[in-house]
């Protein structure tokens, strides 16, 4: 997934967007790394706030 790159375009850390999610740093970094899965409620979150679209992030388009 791109998470960690769309994050580190907008120049944010895992501890803001976990704030912004509500979960622990810890659990942010893991879908990150792709250590658990990211909710599909979490993503949808997560595209509005980059206003991109779920496919990008999951890396289903460019």
Known sequence: MRLKEVREENNLTQNQ?????????????????????????????????YQVTTDYLLELED
Do not use: C, G, H, M
């Open 17 to 49: 967007i976990a704030a912004y999610l509500n979960v622990k740093q810890n659990t942010y970094s893991q879908y990150e790394t792709e250590k658990r899965q990211l909710p599909i409620d979490v993503l949808i979150r997560l595209a509005k706030f």
